[in-house]
């Protein structure tokens, strides 16, 4: 890696032959993140001493608000080059957080075509398969032999995200697939009819992205053709953006199973305000609802005030329900995402954890029963704490299974709908039996 | 996707015609799930039928027992043509998970050249680069021509896993990477030498495939080289294998998280004993450790004696605080495994976790604290109550944020180490909070 204090001096120095031969052999990525701690200033001044050929690269790399000032910075020529460049997918997300004045100013220098294009791909519903395609790709012709489309694709092939794998494709209608590698392999004679995959896995323009990165995990695909409501090809999704898609879907999954409203920046790009407002309404919402549990424990006042020790157990049952429930609860959630997992495997994963939470149950009641049979030798209370633990393990095991099936059935997010509610739940429950139980067991008034 | 029932009907009364035009047109991955449904006689059957050129990738998307039965049902002439077809990668995948016997089988079914390279594999530590990755990459000599280079992968290609990263050797010393790309849109007569990036990515083959994964991502990647402590190339990890790398950690994130040992199988595949295994450590600890939060609470019995409506807070106490430690906990351990936070940034991550937890604080506090005035009439218990709950909330936030950056520092998995500890921690410390304010705002004795 550079050292960036020596970047920046020499940058200061005006030494731009020294920083534009350090320019030269970075990496494209580095170089992105070597400029997005430069002031302002220096940006601009940085950016136009990079090679040309990695400029594009390097600003589709970049975060919005370093793109944003650039934009802002270009003169019409070189605003013009970069967006020649750019590929069609990194323009979209490009637009997508621009203010509004600079959209214009995108769309007013790019040519008629490609501003059509463009408008159209801005169009697709966030989140779908269309939002994150790329239009440009290899298209090949049926009846072609190798040879003429690989001297097709040396003329074309430069500017398309991906050459490695080619769309045979009759009026905008996909006939078949070729790949970079047969064609590699393949005499230059051979028909490409006779090449291509005629079973084709492609992805609707509307289909949830999350989805599209999964199918091209499932099969191990470089790039997956879009097609629209008529079946024809509108485009590509390429494996580097299935991998962002992935990244970005676990981020929100774990974020919204720690009761937040999932954030579209980093963390410290995410500002003190908006972290507050992402976690206080679930907050407020599990704070309300943990006062139910409040509730029932006023109800049992005369009991726990005529045998006190009955406190103490609280913090403890209530935690243990929580952490079984919601070990049960991820494995779930994570079984639906990777679908390992599905709603109509319900029986089958309810009857698994009940057997699971028959060992956990018998062994953590075991072990507690013990302790406090030791600690304060009463068999009474032993029996108690150990029936209420094992009691409250069973239901949380169940309600951590059932809560994410029954959510992704009715097509609700499990992760956003399960997880937070789940430790809210099992305690209002835990309390429940806790108290029922000693009531009986003790013989304590109500 | 073809209807089970159909196949194994059509599998069943020996349609074989029938069954091998349909395996014809179906993908190597939807055939292997297909399959994984049969019984094991008819599965050995219908994978007899399947086209040569399939059978080997139908082999690899299978899973292990079946792979394992199958490997035991195959002629000596079957189990060869197997493996000459099987990639070094997933034969390394099937080694590691076969019985020894058919460990020793396989080893003297593959001629003396491939045993070796096979035994240097598997000696790679478990979870390494070296452990991923393949040996069957497109090598180029330097001074070759584009014309060289593509006559060279026409020859050789089809038995690599990739030939899209072409790499420049002398003496296994890698020189540069030249693309598929670069070949495809060049002249015929240009020098691979002038073509080739010689600022290499390269991975060395003890670093974690995690990490092998994470600089896949980064830089875009399809295969990453893999050299050996003198800088000599031995290998490559394909963009697939980091794509099932990623889940994986990603699952082992969520499960450690949750307070569980990761399980190797799927949710189904693991047994009911492994489940109950695998939960029961963490609970078990986390159930001791919540009796101390008891003791603390059995030393304030006379406190809660005189106004037993104390104890009706403690569980709205405990969830705010335990919610509040693990958003904090999530956001860190995430940006700590995307690398967008490091130990580095822990005065910055804490000042932010303090602002958020003042605001957070706040907001709760009121709404609680109204709530408590309007239900009880009692201005001093509903200061004690806001006061105790915004003074957890800011420690569960403090503590929720520095425990995984410290167990990144300490390397160790911040995942398994912070999460599941954070909820015990903060609910001991907001026991002592709330107790200690409500004995001296209420004048309680203790």
Redesign the interface.
Known sequence: MMDKEIFVDLLSQRQFRAVRSILD???E?DIASLLSDLEDKELALAFRLIPKDKAADVFANMNNSLQTYLVEMFTEKELRELLDDLYMDDTIDLLEELPANLVTRILDTVGQEKRNTINQLLNYPEDSAGSIMTTEYVGLRQGMTVGQA?AH??KI??HKET??TCYVIEKRRLLGIVT??DL????DEVKIDDLME??I?SVGTHMDKEEVATTM????L?AIPVVDEEGLMVGIVT??DA??V??DE??ED??K????NPSEE???ETS??N??KN??P???F???S??I???I??RY?VA??SV??L??????L???G???G??S????I??LA?E??HFS?IF??IF?EF??SI??GI??SI??GL?IFIMYHDALLAITIGLSLAATIMLAKLIGCILPLLASKVHLDPALMAA?LI??LV?TCS?CIYFSIATKLLHLAV
Chains 1, 2 share one sequence.
């Open positions: 052999v970075m990496n990525v690989m694709i040396k092939g430069i050459i490695y970079a590698k590699m392999t393949s005499n005629t079973e896995i995990r499932k099969y191990d470089l494996f580097d991998m962002d992935m990244v676990v981020t774990m974020t199973m720690a009761a937040m980093s963390y410290f003190v305000f972290h507050a976690r206080i679930w907050l407020l599990l704070m309300i943990a006062t549990t409040g509730v424990i006023s006042e726990f005030a006190p020790q406190v103490a157990f609280i913090p403890m209530m935690d243990t929580g952490n079984c919601s070990q609860a991820t494995l779930i994570r079984g990777l390992e997992i495997n089958k994963v698994k057997r699971v060992l956990v062994v953590l072990v507690n302790r937070p430790t809210t305690d309390i």
